[in-house]
């Protein structure tokens, strides 16, 4: 989410006083950016309001400007300001302009007459300060579970505060069952799936490790994209091996966060986890792509569990190319690699006829429909 998405749009009603002529909806633009640019004299509880309204602005350059003066404001300036809102509509404004500015969107936290999903929205984005500001309010995180959900999805928030809120959802018996992996967790704090990874990371290991799994490999694709295929191997094996290690040491309930927040690398490396619970949250991961589905689906180091868990998802094997990895998996239970070898062109089925990697039993039957083909 962009730093001007909005939630509710701020009404002229904000502004105060000339303000409401030189920032409304009607006033040029000119008269707009010199506002927006805090051009003009106004006091801080007339200028801060408006500057807000200005952040929705059509024009981008105004907006810009307007959230620009907004974080170059003197903390004691500004703060004061926020303090004093008691309208949710311009809390959620300042919410959503300012989320990255740790100072103002403590403020806006804090609040009492916050809304409930503007918290929500923080914490989606917010740095691990705000993350465990929000965490330390029970009460709200009883009365909006999604903001536990937003917290567990933050690669900023901190491990510690994400458990804590997990054990308040456990306790509480919140209904989180719909986010991916919050069973398995439960099933950890529960005692009824044993925690055997030892200790796991530090708060500050496990904070490294997101860090890589959330953009370190991102960043290093990208800039490499142009360089030569030896050293762009080299560098991303050093990464690889560089969460590999970290991932080792992680206890199952940091392997289950990080398979549903991390990226395509940190999910390569659990799929092959020992541990069912953790391999098995890869699949539910709300980012795991087609792609990955498809190289999975023809993985041969995969448990038979994995891949039935792959064959029965129907959304995965509308794919072509993942029916077809199924049939050619030697892994793959027969009963969905013959279900899916039906559906295989005649080059297909021939190269599955022919192929020794693939189960005998599928083989056969590549042949006996080549056969009946020819007959007919």
């Given at each position: 989410?962009?730093?001007?998405?909005?939630?509710?749009q701020?009404?002229?009603?904000?502004?105060q006083?000339?303000l409401?002529?030189?920032?409304?909806?009607q006033?040029?633009?000119?008269?707009?950016?010199?506002?927006?640019?805090a051009?003009?004299?106004?006091?801080?509880?007339?200028?801060?309001p408006?500057?807000?309204f200005?952040?929705?602005?059509?024009?981008l350059d105004?907006?810009?400007?307007?959230r620009?003066?907004?974080v170059?404001?003197?903390?004691e300036?500004?703060?004061?300001?926020?303090?004093?809102?008691?309208d949710?509509?311009v809390l959620?404004?300042?919410?959503?302009?300012?989320a990255?500015l740790?100072?103002?969107?403590?403020?806006?936290v804090?609040?009492?007459?916050?809304?409930d999903?503007?918290v929500r929205?923080?914490?989606?984005?917010?740095?691990?300060?705000?993350?465990?500001t929000?965490?330390?309010?029970?009460?709200?995180?009883?009365r909006?579970?999604a903001?536990?959900?937003?917290?567990?999805f933050?690669?900023?928030?901190?491990?510690?505060?994400?458990?804590?809120?997990?054990?308040?959802a456990?306790?509480?018996?919140l209904?989180?069952?719909?986010i991916?992996?919050?069973r398995?967790?439960r099933?950890?704090?529960?005692?009824e799936?044993?925690d055997?990874?030892?200790?796991?990371?530090?708060?500050?290991?496990?904070a490294?490790?997101?860090?890589?799994?959330?953009?370190q490999?991102?960043?290093?694709?990208?800039?490499?994209?142009?360089l030569?295929?030896?050293?762009?191997?080299?560098?991303?094996e050093?990464?690889?091996?560089?969460l590999?290690?970290?991932?080792?040491r992680?206890s199952?309930?940091?392997?289950?966060?990080?398979?549903m927040?991390?990226d395509?690398?940190?999910?390569?490396?659990?799929?092959?986890?020992p541990?069912?619970?953790?391999s098995m949250?890869?699949?539910k991961?709300?980012r795991?792509?087609?792609?990955?589905?498809?190289?999975?689906?023809?993985?041969?180091?995969?448990?038979e569990?994995?891949?039935?868990?792959?064959?029965?998802?129907?959304?995965?094997?509308?794919?072509?190319?993942?029916?077809?990895?199924?049939?050619?998996?030697?892994?793959?239970p027969?009963?969905?690699?013959?279900?899916?070898?039906?559906?295989?062109?005649?080059?297909?089925?021939k190269?599955c006829?022919?192929?020794?990697?693939?189960?005998?039993?599928?083989?056969?039957?590549?042949?006996?429909?080549?056969?009946?083909?020819?007959r007919?």
């Amino acid at each position: 989410m962009g730093p001007f998405q909005t939630g509710v749009q701020l009404t002229e009603e904000v502004l105060q006083g000339p303000l409401r002529t030189l920032a409304g909806r009607q006033a040029q633009l000119g008269a707009r950016l010199r506002v927006a640019r805090a051009l003009l004299p106004a006091p801080p509880d007339s200028l801060v309001p408006a500057l807000l309204f200005l952040t929705q602005d059509p024009d981008l350059d105004v907006k810009k400007a307007a959230r620009d003066s907004l974080v170059q404001m003197p903390g004691e300036v500004l703060l004061p300001v926020i303090q004093g809102f008691k309208d949710p509509q311009v809390l959620d404004a300042t919410g959503r302009a300012l989320a990255k500015l740790d100072s103002a969107a403590l403020e806006v936290v804090l609040n009492n007459h916050t809304n409930d999903d503007t918290v929500r929205w923080l914490a989606t984005m917010a740095g691990s300060v705000v993350c465990d500001t929000i965490a330390r309010n029970q009460v709200r995180a009883m009365r909006c579970p999604a903001i536990i959900e937003a917290i567990y999805f933050n690669p900023a928030a901190a491990q510690g505060v994400v458990q804590s809120m997990l054990e308040l959802a456990v306790r509480s018996n919140l209904p989180l069952d719909h986010i991916p992996g919050f069973r398995e967790t439960r099933a950890i704090l529960l005692g009824e799936e044993v925690d055997d990874s030892g200790g796991g990371l530090s708060d500050i290991e496990f904070a490294s490790a997101m860090l890589i799994a959330t953009g370190q490999a991102d960043l290093a694709a990208a800039l490499l994209g142009e360089l030569p295929d030896e050293v762009r191997a080299l560098i991303e094996e050093k990464v690889i091996k560089s969460l590999g290690a970290l991932i080792a040491r992680m206890s199952v309930s940091q392997k289950i966060r990080i398979a549903m927040v991390g990226d395509a690398m940190t999910r390569k490396l659990l799929i092959r986890d020992p541990k069912k619970i953790v391999s098995m949250a890869v699949l539910k991961s709300p980012r795991l792509s087609d792609n990955e589905i498809t190289v999975f689906a023809g993985n041969k180091t995969l448990s038979e569990d994995l891949l039935s868990n792959i064959a029965r998802n129907r959304q995965w094997t509308k794919d072509y190319a993942t029916r077809r990895a199924l049939v050619f998996n030697p892994k793959c239970p027969i009963v969905f690699a013959l279900m899916y070898l039906r559906g295989l062109t005649s080059k297909d089925i021939k190269l599955c006829a022919n192929s020794r990697d693939v189960s005998q039993t599928v083989s056969r039957q590549a042949k006996h429909m080549i056969d009946a083909a020819q007959r007919r």
